[in-house]
């Protein structure tokens, strides 16, 4: 398994198997750096941790709403008819807030051959297929379901649905790193959770 050093807190990244732990933390540079070198890494990761205390504190707003709903989605693939055919995926039609849904996604922005990148990413987009009667303000996330281990940073987006406007921009589906990315392209369906919060005026 991985193991981490235990200059861990003072801001070394290292992480490996066990067996050369001790090699790496008999040779590691972070104990001998100078006090000044470590308050910038230790800023550094104040910052981080601000951000995520951030954003944990948004979901927690988010959870006080009237209106949430969530449901399980499974993307499954499938091939554009073009000349040169692209992978794509997209979920069936769902139900969330009285309202029917659909999403998208889309491997390395539907660049012409992801299967030559090693570094592969996913996008999503949000589809609203309900006519309503004014504009539903949102905010939506993605988390993984509740019998897949798939590594999502969870992102809170945010969009205006109409009748005009009824897609969002495709956005990052914030899985942690490329080979968490192409675990979830090697299964045969991608499933996650979908959380929507309808903001009221």
């Given at each position: 398994?991985?193991?981490?050093?235990?200059?861990?807190?003072i801001g070394c990244p290292w992480q490996g198997p066990y067996h050369e732990l001790t090699v790496h933390e008999s040779e590691c540079c972070h104990p001998?750096?100078?006090?000044?070198?470590?308050?910038?890494?230790?800023?550094?990761?104040?910052?981080?941790?601000?951000?995520?205390?951030?954003?944990?504190?948004?979901?927690?707003?988010?959870?006080?709403?009237?209106?949430?709903?969530?449901?399980?989605?499974?993307?499954?693939?499938?091939?554009?008819?073009?000349?040169?055919?692209?992978?794509?995926?997209?979920?069936?039609?769902?139900?969330?807030?009285?309202?029917?849904?659909?999403?998208?996604?889309?491997?390395?922005?539907?660049?012409?051959?992801?299967?030559?990148?090693?570094?592969?990413?996913?996008?999503?987009?949000?589809?609203?297929?309900?006519?309503?009667?004014?504009p539903m303000e949102c905010s939506f996330l993605l988390l993984k379901g509740p019998y897949d281990d798939v590594k999502i940073h969870p992102v809170i987006?945010?969009?205006?649905?109409?009748?005009?406007?009824?897609?969002?921009?495709?956005?990052?589906?914030?899985?942690?790193?490329?080979?968490?990315?192409?675990?979830?392209?090697?299964?045969?369906?991608?499933?996650?959770?979908?959380?929507?919060?309808?903001?009221?005026?």
């Amino acid at each position: 398994s991985v193991t981490q050093c235990k200059y861990k807190r003072i801001g070394c990244p290292w992480q490996g198997p066990y067996h050369e732990l001790t090699v790496h933390e008999s040779e590691c540079c972070h104990p001998t750096k100078t006090g000044n070198e470590l308050m910038e890494i230790l800023d550094e990761m104040d910052q981080t941790h601000k951000k995520e205390m951030q954003l944990y504190n948004s979901i927690f707003g988010l959870l006080s709403f009237e209106k949430i709903g969530y449901t399980e989605v499974q993307f499954r693939p499938y091939r554009t008819d073009d000349f040169i055919t692209r992978l794509y995926y997209e979920t069936p039609r769902f139900t969330v807030l009285n309202q029917t849904w659909v999403l998208k996604a889309r491997v390395n922005d539907s660049e012409r051959n992801p299967n030559l990148s090693c570094k592969r990413t996913l996008s999503f987009q949000l589809i609203l297929k309900s006519k309503i009667n004014s504009p539903m303000e949102c905010s939506f996330l993605l988390l993984k379901g509740p019998y897949d281990d798939v590594k999502i940073h969870p992102v809170i987006y945010h969009f205006v649905f109409t009748n005009e406007n009824n897609e969002t921009e495709y956005v990052p589906l914030p899985i942690i790193d490329s080979v968490e990315c192409n675990k979830l392209l090697a299964a045969k369906n991608i499933n996650l959770r979908l959380f929507i919060f309808q903001i009221q005026k």
